[in-house]
């Protein structure tokens, strides 16, 4: 068994995700762009994207769908000097398949700082709109926030966390900054970056994944097409989701809908060996397979799929170490 040595990245620790920049972006030269008030601000904006194919190849497992549309998305939007619209991406998955770490990617190898880059703005609904009854507060607040960071420097990140639990109506106030023909306030807003993360087609995307296994398909080729209706109406059918009553998906304001697959035990294996690797630790077989005997599997005749995917791996590899 071997271990991933090889990375993308000049650092050792998944600590480098939020705050280094990889040695690759630091040959763009955009030295040159003027960064002042009201300007399309690209001084931070240090997109990698051999760098980001790099690290979703290596470390995101069992995720062929999501890499292939992030990757194509971004380069699209990335080499157009003039988009026509903002991108605006939806991703949607099981717990711990891969997600927020996806989104953590895009800000490290597309703004200088990754995360900590006054460009990027994280939005949790439990952080940041605990009080549905504050709700037109809410509203008031994030499109002044918004808005204002626009104005300042076009190319911003918006990251808003957990989809399912945005109060119903919030987003709404997104919808003028998502389309093609918005020029709001005087700014053209077309070169942000809008990332939705929910759960929600969660159990729908299970379900695709379990019936092609059961068929004996390779989940490899579980396409789009069979997934992004589920989704679509699994979102559109939950009156909690931060899309209702917003006519962002009506207007199909989304550039894509990215589903994330449930993971299997060979994709556990695959993120346990990443993160002894990523500790700089030797893979140890009896640490490995503890893990996978610690980790809960559905459903329960198959006992095919990670319940949590990989999001407690990191946890875990401490009580076995």
């Known amino acids: 068994m071997a271990a991933v040595t090889r990375s993308c990245r000049p650092w050792g620790s998944l600590l480098g995700l939020f705050g280094l920049v990889s040695a690759a972006a630091a ?45 194509k998305a971004l380069k699209a939007f990335v080499r157009d000097p003039a988009p026509t619209k903002p991108l605006v991406l939806s991703l949607h998955g099981w717990t711990g398949t891969g997600k927020s770490y996806v989104s953590s990617l895009l800000a490290h190898y597309l703004f200088q700082g990754g995360l900590r880059s006054p460009r990027v703005h994280h939005f949790s609904p439990v952080i940041h709109f605990p009080h549905p009854s504050h709700i037109e507060r809410y509203k008031k607040d994030l499109k002044s926030w918004v808005q204002g960071n626009l104005t300042a420097c076009g190319r911003s990140l918006f990251l ?71 989704i679509s109406r699994a979102v559109l059918d939950n009156p909690h989701h931060g899309f209702s009553h917003s006519g962002i998906m009506e207007e199909r304001l989304l550039d894509a809908v990215v589903p994330f697959l449930p993971l299997q035990r060979h994709h556990v294996r695959h993120c346990v060996l990443n993160e002894l690797a990523q500790l700089g630790l030797e893979p140890r077989d009896e640490v490995v397979q503890a893990v996978l005997d610690s980790t809960t599997f559905f459903p329960e005749d198959e006992q095919l799929f990670s319940s949590n995917g990989c999001k407690t791996v990191a946890s875990r590899i401490s009580f076995f170490l």
């Open 27 to 71: 040959a763009w030269d955009l030295t040159s762009l003027r960064c002042n008030l009201g300007a399309f601000c690209e001084c931070d904006f240090r997109p990698d994207l051999p760098g980001l194919e790099c690290d979703l190849a290596q470390h995101l497992a069992g995720q062929h769908l999501a890499k292939a549309l992030v990757v």
């Open 160 to 230: 808003f966390d957990e989809m399912d639990k945005m109060p119903p109506g919030l987003m709404e106030v997104l919808r003028p900054f998502l389309g093609s023909s918005w020029v709001v306030y005087g700014t053209n807003y077309r070169k942000a970056i809008f990332i939705f993360i929910s759960n929600t087609g969660g159990e729908q995307i299970n379900q695709v994944a379990l019936e092609a296994w059961r068929s004996r398909r390779d989940r490899e080729e579980i396409l789009l097409q069979e997934l992004e209706p589920v």
